[in-house]
């Protein structure tokens, strides 16, 4: 209970001031599982502006929905009033909000059992879907009907195969052949918000369960780029293990599928690092392990290139990944004895061009392949008398 010290001082300054609070969603589960806690989220019967003069500190992030950012001895805790909620028309917000006093209340609006329980300053469960049994069964179950909590919001049909990648528990009957039969739902949702999903789901110790779900649920169907690559996912539920994340998801399906990074990356929508990132990684795989290649690499994603290459060529790279990385004369262009301001004092007669650029990374890959010592004088020997271009 350590972890929710700072958590139960924040409830019971509630408290004291007449409020009920509880602990509620993912760190209550992770709890009771066993598994390390993540953000610790408040649920209270005070309504925010009520939040807000309690303690001095106070960020309205999503006021309007009952939710308010708490900062409390150099920490930051969400805290949510109870709420009941109407239909979704956008299938993301409720169109209304109605502050409750009842945590029971609070609680039926959540998507899966396990994620509505509520637990007191004092250890004690709220518990009123048999969240504790789904826990011990290992199974995910809807609170109340399937059909109305993903036709409220079709995300949570993804958030289930996430929870599946991260828990390894398994989808109950009804939740699955709602997810089949209205796989269609999820094109109603922004590609960003499944993006969130999907980086969560590749990272899961299980990723290969949830993998074989989105299969047999055919939710593949209503993703970007996958709906026209029927054997993809038949590919990826095979060989897939846990990952480090999108870039490294997008490489892999890259190199399978032979559409392009770039191609991926606008169909999801995703950051420029993250195609940074995957163009490295699939470059790298299609690539013999070499200290050059080894270099280009930059060393964040050597742990990102290894787990690909155990998927894509079934080797186990690691140690030779280190030990070449130890090995390489320079780790950046920076390092290289020789600059452009050099080449233009040793080539005076020569107009400034691109062959300055050319011959410093010429330069620089002789050195990294140990064909040239990383010594001014020997570099500059060799631009002028011994490099051919």
């Given at each position: 209970m350590k972890i929710f010290e700072k958590a139960f001082r924040v409830m019971n300054e509630l408290e004291l001031h007449g409020y009920e609070s509880y602990l509620v969603g993912g760190a209550v589960r992770d709890y009771l599982?066993?598994?390390?806690?993540?953000d610790l989220d408040i649920a209270t019967s005070a309504k925010p502006e009520q939040v807000m003069k309690v303690f001095d500190k106070v960020i309205p992030v999503g006021i309007e929905h009952g939710t308010v950012l708490v900062r409390f001895e150099k920490e930051s805790f969400e805290i949510t009033t109870f709420r009941t909620e109407g239909t979704y028309s956008d299938y993301r917000h409720p169109d209304r909000v109605e502050f409750v006093t009842d945590i029971t209340a609070d609680l039926a609006?959540?998507?899966?059992?396990?994620?509505?329980?509520?637990?007191?300053?004092?250890?004690?469960?709220?518990?009123?879907?048999?969240?504790?049994?789904?826990?011990?069964?290992?199974?995910?179950?809807?609170?109340?009907?399937?059909?109305?909590r993903f036709e409220e919001d079709p995300?949570?049909?993804?958030?289930?195969?996430r929870f599946v990648s991260q828990l390894g528990y398994e989808l109950d009957q009804e939740a699955r052949e709602v997810m089949e039969s209205r796989r269609s739902w999820l094109?109603?949702?922004?590609?960003?918000?499944?993006?969130?999903?999907?980086?969560?789901?590749?990272?899961?110790?299980?990723?290969?369960?949830?993998?074989?779900?989105?299969?047999?649920?055919?939710?593949?169907?209503?993703?970007?780029?996958?709906?026209?690559?029927p054997a993809l996912i038949e590919k990826l539920e095979q060989r897939m293990q846990p990952l480090g994340g999108l870039s490294e998801w997008i490489a892999?399906?890259?190199?399978?599928?032979?559409?392009?990074?770039?191609?991926?990356?606008?169909?999801?929508?995703?950051?420029?690092?993250?195609?940074?990132?995957?163009?490295?990684?699939?470059?790298?795989?299609?690539?013999?392990?070499?200290?050059?290649?080894?270099?280009?690499l930059p060393p964040h994603l050597d742990a990102g290139y290894c787990r690909l290459a155990g998927i894509y060529k079934e080797k186990d790279v690691q140690d030779d990944v280190a030990r070449i990385r130890a090995k390489l004369?320079?780790?950046?262009?920076?390092?290289?004895?020789?600059?452009?301001?050099?080449?233009?004092?040793?080539?005076?007669?020569?107009?400034?061009?691109?062959?300055i650029r050319e011959l410093v990374q010429a330069?620089?890959?002789?050195?990294?392949?140990?064909?040239?010592?990383?010594?001014?004088?020997?570099?500059k020997e060799w631009m002028l008398h011994g490099y051919n271009a």
């Open positions: 599982i066993g598994k390390s806690v993540g609006r959540r998507d899966y059992t396990v994620n509505a329980i509520a637990m007191d300053r004092n250890g004690r469960i709220v518990d009123p879907f048999s969240g504790r049994e789904a826990i011990g069964k290992q199974q995910l179950i809807t609170v109340g009907n399937a059909y109305d995300l949570r049909m993804m958030r289930g195969v094109n109603r949702i922004a590609i960003e918000r499944i993006a969130i999903e999907l980086e969560k789901l590749c990272r899961g110790d299980y990723v290969k369960t949830a993998v074989r779900l989105l299969l047999q649920a055919k939710l593949w169907e209503a993703l970007p780029v996958f709906n026209d690559h892999l399906c890259a190199i399978y599928s032979g559409i392009s990074v770039q191609d991926w990356v606008k169909h999801w929508k995703l950051s420029n690092s993250v195609k940074q990132e995957a163009q490295a990684l699939s470059h790298m795989l299609q690539s013999d392990l070499t200290a050059w290649t080894v270099y280009q004369p320079i780790h950046q262009s920076a390092d290289l004895a020789v600059s452009g301001g050099d080449l233009v004092s040793w080539f005076p007669d020569r107009k400034k061009g691109s062959w330069a620089e890959k002789a050195v990294v392949e140990s064909r040239i010592p990383n010594d001014k004088e020997r570099l």
